[in-house]
Nanobody, 124 residues
Framework: QVQLVESGGGLVQAGGSLRLSCAASGSTFSRNGMGWFRQAPGKEREFVAAISWGGGTTYSTDSVKGRFAISRDNAKNTVYLQMNSLKPEDTAVYYC?????????????????WGQGTQVTVSS
């Protein structure tokens, strides 16, 4: 079992930055691939970024490449999403998720553990 709690969301102007954190509890955190997803009002949840259990492999969706970076600190049981050059279209609730596999995955269905989400609002 893994429990996840996100933090760091808020209101920011376009071009600004935020860093989201996801604190995990559970003895298997270091063996979980982790991911960030987001859901905007009226839209389906979409993949944002993922990282392998050791942090050596990352992947992000094209719309955030070069702006967002996922990282993790297994000693602190925490995964991060650094978001730079934010745009109004990044506005969404951001969710952290833990997979059962050690590798990264972009498929929401392969993540059985989810946090409650944190709101990110980017004003123009």
């Amino acid at each position: 079992q893994v429990q996840l709690v996100e933090s760091g969301g808020g209101l920011v102007q376009a071009g600004g930055s935020l860093r989201l954190s996801c604190a995990a509890s559970g003895s298997t955190f270091s063996r979980n691939g982790m991911g960030w997803f987001r859901q905007a009002p009226g839209k389906e949840r979409e993949f944002v970024a993922a990282i392998s259990w050791g942090g050596g492999t990352t992947y992000s969706t094209d719309s955030v490449k070069g702006r967002f970076a996922i990282s993790r600190d297994n000693a602190k049981n925490t995964v991060y999403l650094q978001m730079n050059s934010l745009k109004p279209e990044d506005t969404a609730v951001y969710y952290c998720a833990a997979a059962l596999t050690t590798s990264l995955t972009t498929t929401a269905g392969r993540y059985p553990y989810w946090g409650q989400g944190t709101q990110v609002t980017v004003s123009s």
